[in-house]
Every structure is written in C-alpha cells, then in structure tokens.
C-alpha cells in the first residue's frame, strides 16, 4: 500500500504518520502487506519495486475522471491501473469530511461522540484526525508489517 503525496491537498498528519496509521489498522495477520510512504510519481515507485499495476479506487464521477486521466498517463508510461468503485456507501465520504468530524469530536462534551464503530472510518482514524492528536514530522519511509 503507498500513501502518496498529493500537493492540492493538506493533510492532517505527515505522509509518514499516515502510513504508520493505515498499517495499524490492517488486520495483524496480513503481515506480507507493506505501507510505505512516498514523495514521487506513483509510476517511479512502481519500477523501484518491480509493480506492474497501480489498484486505486473511485467515489463518484468526478473521482472517476481524475482517476482516468491518471491511468491514461500511468499506461503511457507503462504501468496499468485497475480502478474499482468505492462501496456505494462510502462514496460521499473524504477526508476533508473526516477532518471535519475530527474538528468537531476537538470540542465535543461527550469523550466517547463519533468514536463508536460507524461505517466512515475505524476508531483509531478518527482519534489521529482530532487536532492535536498527531504531531508531523515529515519524511518518507517503509512502516514494516
């Protein structure tokens, strides 16, 4: 799994901190799944670690045409990318919402709000998205399984 940079956007967390997160929220057992954080083009990754396909998924339309125009780009430079449609549950669901919840869970009274199982983010996600929570401290590294 690679959580990449995405320069229009301004994560809560650094790329790093990201990827130590997603790591600890995949099941224990899938230890041959590496998290890996990374600062370049996704295609460059993918020949430094021998990778023929990219599997990203897609909410909506609009995810969808960015998502196409990324693939068309990625297979002219020899990678192919294999989209696949979010569940339709989830797919108004993005991580300036989740933010958002994490900025309102900040101020929330009850300690316990939004941090039940729903079908939005694991618990863990949603604590690290609370201001505060996390402290950036950049860089680019292997998060071992």
Same mark, same amino acid.
């Given at each position: 799994m690679l959580v990449a940079?995405? +320069? #229009?956007k301004q994560p809560a967390s650094s790329q790093s901190e990201r990827a130590a997160q997603l /790591?600890?929220? &995949?099941?224990? #057992?899938? +230890?041959n799944v590496s998290v890996t954080a990374w600062a370049g083009l996704t295609v460059a990754f993918c020949r430094?670690?021998? !990778?023929?396909?990219?599997?990203?998924?897609?909410?909506n339309q609009s995810d969808?045409?960015?998502?196409?125009? &990324? !693939? !068309?780009?990625?297979v002219a430079l020899g990678i192919t990318t294999l989209l696949l449609p979010a569940n339709p549950r989830l797919a108004t669901v993005s991580s300036t919402v989740l933010r958002g919840l994490g900025t309102w &869970? !900040?101020?929330s009274r009850d300690s316990h709000a939004g941090r039940r199982k729903n079908d939005w983010a694991?618990?863990?996600?949603?604590e690290? &998205?609370?201001? +505060? /929570?996390?402290?950036?401290? +950049?860089?680019t590294e292997e998060i071992p399984g």
């Open positions: 940079v995405n +320069g #229009d /790591r600890r929220e &995949l099941p224990a #057992d899938w +230890g430094q670690h021998g !990778a023929n396909v990219i599997i990203r998924g897609a909410r969808l045409r960015h998502e196409y125009q &990324l !693939a !068309a780009m990625n &869970l !900040a101020g694991t618990p863990g996600i949603l690290a &998205l609370i201001p +505060g /929570r996390m402290q950036g401290h +950049g860089g």
